[in-house]
C-alpha cells in the first residue's frame, strides 16, 4: 500500500466528545489495535453504560454512531462504493464554485472536513486537497476511508492527492503559511435540513462531537486572509450568510449554495 499521507497533531481545541466504546467486528486483531492506539484513552470505556458512542471496526468501514436506545444509524466515511462514484458525476456546482475551469489542479485547503466527500469530488479532478478536522473521532473515520481508497485500484490515485491533518482549522490557518493555498472551502455545521434523514443523522452525531455552538463564522476571517485566489463556503440555499458578510457571487443549487469570496476581498 503507497504511503499513507496522514498528519496527526494532539493540536485539537476543546471539543464536547463524550467517552467511547470500541469493538473490532473483523478478523484482524491487528487493525483494531492500530485504532485504539490514535485514540486518546481518556476517550475510551469499556463500560458500555457510560459511552456515549459506539466506534464500530468492520471489514467495509470503520462506523460511528450514538449509543442510546432511540439512535440512528452509523455515520463513516467512504471514498470506494457506488455511493462516492456516483458523488463524481454530481459535482457540477462545486467545481464551478472552485473556479475549475481556470484554475488548473489548484491546490484546496478543506478547513472543516466532516467525512471528506466535497474534498474527494475535488480530488477527483485533479486538486491537492488537504483536509482539515478537528475531531479525533471524525478524523479516524477519514483515515480509515482513505487507507482504503489508497488501496483500491479504482480510487488510489484519487486518494494520493488528499492529506489528512488533525487539528483545528483556526490553528492550522493562523500558524500556518499559507502562499500555496489557492483556495479554502469551508462548510461548517449549520441548521439540519428536516426533510434529510440522512443529514438529520449525520448532524446529531456531530453536534455531540463538535457542540451545537460551532457555526464557523470565525473561520472565514482567516479563511480570507490566507487564500490566495477565491474562498468558497457551502450554505443552505436560504440561509444567512457565513459571518454575515457577503460573497461576490453564489452558485445556487435546490438546497445548498455556494458563496464564493474572490481575492479581490482578501485581506
Not at 499521507?5 to 487493525?31: C, S, Y
Not at 473521532?137 to 479504482?154: G, N
Amino acid at each position: 500500500m503507497p504511503e499513507q499521507k496522514t498528519d496527526i497533531k494532539n493540536t485539537q481545541g476543546p471539543l464536547h466528545t463524550g467517552l467511547v466504546f470500541f469493538e473490532n467486528q473483523t478478523n484482524d486483531k491487528t487493525a483494531g489495535e492500530d485504532v485504539l492506539s490514535k485514540l486518546d484513552s481518556a476517550l475510551l470505556t469499556q463500560d458500555t453504560s457510560l459511552a456515549q458512542f459506539k466506534l464500530i471496526l468492520t471489514d467495509e468501514h470503520l462506523t460511528l454512531q450514538l449509543n442510546q436506545p432511540d439512535a440512528p444509524g452509523a455515520i463513516y466515511a467512504d471514498f470506494i462504493s457506488g455511493k462516492a462514484k456516483y458523488r463524481l458525476g454530481q459535482g457540477e456546482l462545486i467545481y464551478k464554485a472552485m473556479g475549475l475551469s481556470k484554475l488548473k489542479n489548484p491546490s484546496i485547503i478543506d478547513a472543516t472536513a466532516g467525512l471528506g466527500r466535497d474534498a474527494f469530488v475535488l480530488a477527483s479532478k485533479g486538486c491537492k486537497v488537504i483536509l482539515i478536522e478537528r475531531s479525533p473521532i471524525l478524523f479516524l473515520l477519514l483515515e480509515d476511508a482513505l487507507k482504503r481508497a489508497c488501496d483500491h485500484p479504482d480510487t488510489k490515485e484519487i486518494a494520493q492527492r488528499m492529506k489528512l491533518v488533525s487539528t483545528d482549522a483556526r490553528t492550522y490557518l493562523s500558524t500556518k503559511n499559507m502562499s500555496d493555498a489557492d483556495i479554502i472551502y469551508l462548510d461548517p455545521m449549520y441548521p439540519e435540513r428536516k426533510k434529510s434523514a440522512l443529514v438529520k443523522k449525520e448532524m446529531q452525531i456531530f453536534q455531540k462531537l463538535l457542540g451545537k455552538n460551532e457555526t464557523g463564522h470565525d473561520l472565514l476571517p482567516l479563511a480570507l486572509e490566507k487564500a490566495k485566489h477565491r474562498v468558497v463556503v457551502k450554505r443552505p440555499r436560504k440561509g444567512e450568510h457565513l459571518n454575515n458578510q457577503k460573497p461576490d457571487y453564489s452558485i445556487q443549487g435546490k438546497s445548498i449554495r455556494f458563496d464564493v469570496y474572490t481575492s479581490k476581498l482578501l485581506v
